[in-house]
């Protein structure tokens, strides 16, 4: 009698249950091989009633597992391709091998794991015998990888990261045994304290010997010393990073070579490394100095302080600074010097040849244009950078700035100077540094402060002098150097300045500069005048060699219809409490004090001298943020210089 229908449907059931059974549990192997053909052969009916997905998933299942070939015999054995392949792989570089067959395990996993999970949801959704051997099938598979993380862990039991307190050296030629005692011969070389590590291991590849700091202060001072002094050879390389690829390591190196020409370059000076963390150079204060802890009490005796009170001053012997020298040349070529056709002229004069009749005049109100009016931070660079072009074939700093000591800008000269003559309220801040024994002197603010009064010099100076090509007389730029002899201390001082205009006739040889000056007509020299003004004109035209200062008188309309001539010795005069033999030995106290606080440290290191608003002393002390202030292409001209 033939099966009824539903006992067709009990004995497929069956079949499809006997091979879920032979599926589920894996693990018996011992059953013959006519077992498992009727148990393929209940698969295959059963994958003929999936949908079409399922098959799908099903069979790139199996293929995965069986490597992608049906056949079990050819599987098992090698075909000559793969022969050739594996002596192929034997002939490269084992490390390269390695992280390729890594790189293969990591995809072909990946796309085991996503197979199975696909194949798992599409399982859920269905009611086929065959949903749950995939479920467990994929729960098999986070089991193993769960094992084969906790087997990798138990043949690493240290993963390394590199931090930014460790230096990892690549591939030492040491045993594990022997690294305290190579650390140790590493620290020695470098002068550097055993104390300052920490730990000593090597990382997870037994390839890398890791030494951990107590700063990574000290990994850059511990990098920087080595290739210093030419010993990376003991190392074998160094690696910075975790990820360091091959445009961060060229930049590293690049940065090394530079940190390597500046160190050796600068006379005494080993405080340039390089950053781990951007690849930059930077310069290592005293702040964080590692050697000893009298660190900090050495950088106390870089600070000093000078009087400022005249009456310290006072019983100092009579004292004049002559007329300057004019060692230096015109930042100009010769042609475009700005000319006041009279220098000692008198005031009707003047007007008749410069202004007509009463009828014109100057307006000092008129509005000059920032970029036209002269900074003394600007010619302060453009002299040095002009220096470079010019005067850089002679032997030495001090040569290229004409055998001087110091450098700075009149105007900054001058505040300085006249600090015994002014009231208290008087500040004044400078930065110091010195490169070859020259030590250079500037304002720290480089921003133009345009007053009222200096638009309205720039005004005059605009309408009463012309160039030889008959511009005006802000259209070009008159620079002059001059050295300035000390009476007091044998200093000598390169002076730039910003001249106003050179007069027709000449001095001894050489162009008679002229200051242009503006004052109210009402009452143009008042005691005021003498006390507070008169200092400043005095010294701005000593320093300059400047004998005569023609003077606009402006009236309420800021129109100048007059101008008067004064001598420089007509400021003494009149004055009123300054002298100006208390000036210059406040000054010269004040240069030999910087020079002698400068002297005893590396060339590049700045300073501030500094007069703060009722203080009755002037303070020299290193400045804690190390901002350099010279040009650099000057800085670095100057540094290639053959010693």
Known sequence: MPPSRGNRAWVRGAQRGTALRSRVKPRQNSESSSSSAPVSTATESAREDLPKVAR?????????????????NRSRKPSSSCRTNRTKSQSQNPSSSVAELREKVATTTARLGETLKHAAEVARKTRHPLASMVIVALDDFHEQQVALRQLNEAFIPEPHEVREDQAVIIQPKVAEA????FVNNLLLAVDMETTSVVKIYRDKKKDF????????LLVHAFLRRF?????????GGARLTRDMN????????MAVEQVAALNRTLSGDRSFYVDLVTLEVRQKSDAVEEKSPAKPIAKKSLQDTVSCD???YANCEEVKIGRPKSEGNYYDDGREINILRTEDAEAKRLQKERLGDDTLFVNVQKRVAIERIPNPSETFDAMLLLFKEQRLWLNSVREICYNCHFVCHVDHLVRMAVTPAMEAGHSWKMQATKLGKVIFLKTESATLRVTTEKNQECSFKDAMTTSRHKRPGLAHRMISTRVVQMPVTPLDLLVFADEDCVAEEKRDGGDAFVLLKVRPQDEPFTPDFYRSTAPLWYFRALFSGIEKIVVGLRNEDNRIYDVTTLDREDLLKNAVGWNPSVCIHFLG????????????????????????KGASEVRIEREAEARRFLPPPFVGAVLKMKP
């Open 310 to 312: 005249p009456s310290e």
């Open 56 to 72: 799908f998933e099903i069979g790139q299942e199996r293929n995965l597992k069986t490597g992608g070939n049906n056949n079990n």
């Open 227 to 235: 290739r210093e002094r030419n010993l990376f050879k003991l190392l």
């Open 209 to 216: 010997l890791v030494i951990r700091f107590t700063s990574k």
């Open 178 to 181: 022997d690294q305290d005692a």
């Open 246 to 253: 091959t445009e961060e390591l060229d930049k590293y190196w």
């Open 589 to 612: 106290n004040v240069l030999a004090t910087l020079k002698s606080t400068l002297d005893s440290v590396p060339d590049l290191k700045t300073f501030v001298i500094e007069k703060k």
